[in-house]
């Protein structure tokens, strides 16, 4: 079965920064297409940023230039480096991945009505004003 822990999560001033972390186990990590997706109080899960298995990478357009995703694959594991967060960043951070989704040309093909989508338990992050 897969799984995925995610750690790092926090509460932070605005312009704080954050490192998530997410660590797979049970599946071929190195042929999916990870990402971190968020959900804020009120609002639907979306996504953040993607990294597909060829080193593809997709931000969401609101957290561009300031957060960074990259992955470890001899550690099956991806990371998120958050820098200048926002109040609006504030929700439970969650990692995914699907084997069916991609990042082609910078544009993000993940449909969760599609396939399946394995999620992690979530971590919090919170942003202060």
């Known amino acids: 079965a897969v799984q995925l822990v995610e750690s790092g999560g926090g509460s932070v001033q605005a312009g704080g920064s954050l490192n998530l972390s997410c660590t797979a186990s049970?599946?071929?990590?190195?042929?999916?297409?990870m990402g971190w997706f968020r959900q804020g109080p009120g609002n639907e899960r979306e996504g953040v940023a993607v990294i597909d298995s060829d080193g593809s990478i997709w931000y969401g357009d609101s957290v561009k230039g300031r957060f960074t995703i990259s992955k470890d694959n001899d550690k099956s594991t991806i990371y998120l480096a958050m820098n200048d967060l926002k109040p609006e960043d504030t929700g439970m951070y969650y990692c995914?991945?699907?084997?069916?989704?991609?990042?082609?040309?910078?544009?993000?093909?993940?449909?969760?009505?599609?396939?399946?989508?394995?999620w992690g338990q979530g971590t919090q992050v919170t942003v202060s004003s």
């Open positions: 049970g599946y071929a990590y190195r042929s999916y297409c």
């Open positions: 995914a991945a699907a084997d069916w989704a991609t990042v082609v040309t910078g544009k993000l093909y993940w449909d969760m009505k599609r396939g399946k989508t394995n």
